[in-house]
């Protein structure tokens, strides 16, 4: 079993004791992400629309860092806050994975770290 750590400054850095994201065997682990500036580390401001937008740009930034992109996703989970915020969330998740996205889950959770809206990981085939 070969395990490969990624990191990106274009993301932001673990919160925890995580990494970014693993690879395993020709498959990318990507942690969950929230939408912090990879820049500052504060919560990016606006509605949840642009925290979906925000956390979006980090999980293609990881991907790429990996040697994949967002047509190789097979799998989604997100979290949100408040159900409500469906909609909107499948609003923009559609402008990142259009036709035939990937397989994905989304529920709806008591808190998310540092009082995120959202949050999304995934997985994802990549080249050995």
Do not use: H
């Not at 395993?24 to 642009?50: F, K, N, R």
């Not at 190789?72 to 969330?89: G, T």
């Amino acid at each position: 079993m070969e395990r490969k750590i990624i990191r990106t400054a274009a993301a932001p850095g673990a919160v925890g004791p995580y990494s970014q994201a693993v690879v395993c065997d020709g498959w990318l682990y990507v942690s969950g992400q929230i939408p912090l500036d990879p820049v500052t580390g504060d919560m990016v401001e606006g509605d949840i629309g642009a925290q979906a937008d925000r956390v979006l740009r980090s999980l293609q930034a990881i991907l790429e860092e990996a040697g994949a992109g967002l047509g190789d996703v097979v799998k989604v989970q997100v979290y949100l806050r408040d159900m409500n915020d469906f909609q909107q969330v499948n609003e923009v998740y559609a402008r990142y994975f259009g036709e035939d996205p990937p397989a994905r889950a989304c529920v709806a959770v008591a808190g998310l770290p540092k009082g995120a809206q959202v949050e999304i990981d995934l997985v994802a085939r990549v080249a050995n």
